[in-house]
């Protein structure tokens, strides 16, 4: 699974230097970080890819499990890289043919997310991959989906993760890893 990177925290540092804090966004008080020059850049994009490709250690995933939206960009990719399927998790009413739902909290609420219910087979390795760890409720939702399926659960994998909102303790039924930590 090796992409060979020659200098792994050089290429760490490309990925940091592409991601941009946007102020007050989406409210006052909010340092948002913006993925957007990294999804831009060919080469930076890429060292992402290759960087959470390296993460992965142990069983291979069969599939990559990709949350909306962000996680789309990233599990898609690492799919193509790594040869494995890609599964999408979808806000309600997205998908066309029966699915799993499952509800969580929000700081401001609730959301929900689903899942095909014929997506994976039991037993099927799979590896949860999105942008961003903040709360740990999307993740821990799709997780939640996963295992209603039968799926074995290789693991979470992020670009950033937001260390200050402790997510990882809430997230303790697979190991858990991010490139980027704020």
Do not use: W
Not at 148 to 158: K, Q
Request: charged residues 25%.
């Amino acid at each position: 699974m090796s992409a060979a990177i020659e200098d792994p925290a050089a290429a760490l540092d490309t990925v940091k230097g592409l991601i941009r804090d946007i102020p007050d966004f989406p409210k006052p008080g909010i340092l948002f970080k913006d993925i957007t020059p990294l999804l831009g850049d060919a080469k930076g994009f890429g060292l992402a890819i290759d960087l959470l490709a390296d993460s992965i250690d142990g069983p291979a995933p069969e599939y990559i499990v990709g949350t909306e939206s962000r996680g789309f960009i990233f599990g898609a990719a690492l799919a193509y890289r790594l040869g494995a399927g890609f599964i999408p998790v979808r806000k309600p009413g997205k998908l066309p043919s029966d699915v799993h739902s499952c509800e969580y909290e929000l700081e401001y609420g609730t959301d929900a997310l689903e899942v095909h219910r014929d997506a994976l087979h039991h037993g099927a390795k799979t590896l949860i991959v999105d942008d961003l760890l903040a709360t740990g409720g999307t993740a821990k939702a799709t997780g939640d989906l996963l295992r209603r399926l039968g799926a074995e659960m290789l693991g979470y994998r992020f670009v950033i993760e937001l260390t200050f909102l402790n997510a990882r303790e809430h997230m303790t039924d697979a190991p858990v890893k991010s490139l980027i930590q704020y």
